[in-house]
């Protein structure tokens, strides 16, 4: 029933685990400043409980995930300083207790 992984300041490398989505108790998630070269898993989608979430400083690409809108309990939200493309999914409209989010330094548009 892990809560909460740390792993940001690191030299990781590589994709983000799709596993990972198996977390389900997580509440905090943090991999700032590392050097990931993934998309975002669409299987994290599946974290309901999660409230602080940093993906921030990194070389994820790709577009943002619907999936993540099951996020409900969102607090903070930091994907700044990647690669990212696309546009904000109109299902995180539902990201209703979100207090802090911070998606610039990527390649979004819309």
Known sequence: NLRILY?????????????????????????????????LPSEYGRWTQIRELSFAI???????????SFMTNLDVFEL???ELSGT???SWSSFS??????????CLSG
């Open 7 to 39: 792993l940001y300041d690191n030299e990781l490398n590589g994709l983000l685990p799709k596993e990972w989505g198996s977390l389900t108790s997580l509440e905090g998630f943090f991999v700032r400043r590392n050097q990931l070269v993934s998309t």
């Open 58 to 68: 990194n070389y994820l690409n790709g577009t943002l995930p619907s999936e993540y």
């Open 80 to 82: 700044y300083s990647n």
């Open 88 to 90: 904000l999914p109109r």
């Open 97 to 106: 207790m979100l207090r802090q989010a911070n998606f610039s330094d990527n």
